[in-house]
């Protein structure tokens, strides 16, 4: 062990001493990857050991001189490597070891979760407070440094496919239990559900193709193919198709007072009437021909594939919204939109009953 090991030892495991502090995991990694604590942190670890009963003096940070052999430690190799299409836009590097693990890589796995492209900080996003009762406590220890055989002199960290799974996993619980702290948790526990269910669907499929034998036989892409599908299944599911715009000019136009989500059921027949019926033709007869069943959770959009129908449906949500800002009344913005699809104005005559002979 170099010096700095020996210090971080005496607090516990690096992840110990990185809360102490109240920095990421990854500053005390440094410090014992290079074998050195800076100066500026001696003084704070000398007053949290004294704080705590551990046996810790100023000439523990001092680096020996004398000539010590070291030895590297053998790394694992990345014998195969690749890359998993989950969108468009979204590209997860993979490897599998020369020892068999397969990995995720930990810049790939953290852009996954956050978006945030080029980012590697993943134990920033698995040490929050929130989401510790449903992880493995040592799950930062677990992460693994290899090298790829194309390039020396460089290392690089990943995590398992397993542990990168317990990662979603708590992030779901913490939010089905409601005990996340912020919206950017809230999201990123969206996106972990997805890729949960998507992987679970090609998982299975994945178990019947190795029990049948079929995996022998089928396209080379075929479960990166069907993990695209799923995804984008998953996401239609949570995508808010109606923006809440659509819904406050709703109720600003008919003088709605209560909460949104408490929303008049009425305003499916506006729904119908402003955006279902003036659809493309084409869109609106394939509606009518694919009508959902009245259940729970069910409704037009969710029949609205991406392939089909759901850009212009959206494009259209947000022209009614900026014609609904012209309006000061529901009834404006019927005419509106009939002047704007050329719809011919109707106008009714009715006859009332002649008033009664007065006295």
């Known amino acids: 062990m170099n010096t700095a ?27 014992a990857k290079t074998g050195i604590i800076p100066s500026q942190w001696q003084g704070k670890l000398l007053e949290l050991a004294k704080l705590k009963g551990i046996s ?16 590297t430690p053998h790394l694992p190799v990345a014998r195969w490597s690749g890359v998993l299409k989950i969108s468009e836009n979204d590209e ?16 790939g796995a953290t852009a996954m979760l956050t978006d945030k492209k080029g980012g590697g900080n993943l134990e920033q996003y698995i040490t929050i407070h929130s989401i510790q009762p449903y992880i493995p406590s040592n799950i930062i220890e677990k992460m693994i440094e290899f090298t ?58 994945a178990l019947i193709d190795e029990a049948t034998g079929y995996q022998y036989e089928r396209p080379l892409d075929a479960l990166q193919v069907k993990l695209k599908l799923f995804l ?12 809440d715009q659509l819904w406050i000019e709703f109720g600003r136009l008919t003088g709605w007072k209560e909460p949104l989500r408490e929303r008049p059921k009425y305003w499916g027949k506006l729904v119908t009437e402003l955006i279902y019926e003036y659809l493309d033709p084409d869109v609106a007869s394939w509606l009518k021909e694919h009508v959902p069943e009245p259940r729970h959770g069910q409704n037009y959009f969710q029949w609205l594939n991406a392939q089909y129908g759901l850009q212009r449906l959206v494009q259209h949500i947000w022209m009614v919204i900026g014609i609904a800002k012209t309006c000061n009344n529901m009834n404006e913005l019927k005419e509106k939109m009939g002047v704007q699809f050329g719809r011919e104005p109707v106008q009714l005559t009715f006859y009332l009953p002649p008033p009664p002979p007065s006295n």
């Not at 779901?172 to 890729?195: C, E, M, Y």
Request: overall charge neutral.
């Open 5 to 31: 090991e020996k210090v971080i030892a005496k607090f516990g495991t690096q992840t110990a001493l990185a809360e102490l502090i109240g920095k990421g995991q990854s500053t005390v990694q440094h410090w």
């Open 56 to 71: 810790l003096s100023p000439r523990d940070f001092i680096v020996s001189t004398d000539i010590e052999i070291i030895t």
């Open 92 to 107: 997860l590097p993979v490897y599998v070891l020369d020892d068999g693990r397969r990995l995720i890589s930990r810049t």
């Open 148 to 205: 790829l055989p194309e390039i020396t002199n460089k290392t690089v960290k990943g995590i398992t496919a397993e542990d990168f799974l317990s990662i979603c996993n708590a992030y779901v619980q913490a939010r089905d239990l409601d005990v996340l702290a912020s919206d950017r948790q809230r999201d990123i526990a969206r996106k972990a559900n997805i890729l949960l269910m998507a992987c679970a669907k090609v998982g299975l499929i």
């Open 232 to 243: 984008a299944d998953e996401i239609r599911k949570w995508e808010k198709t109606f923006p």
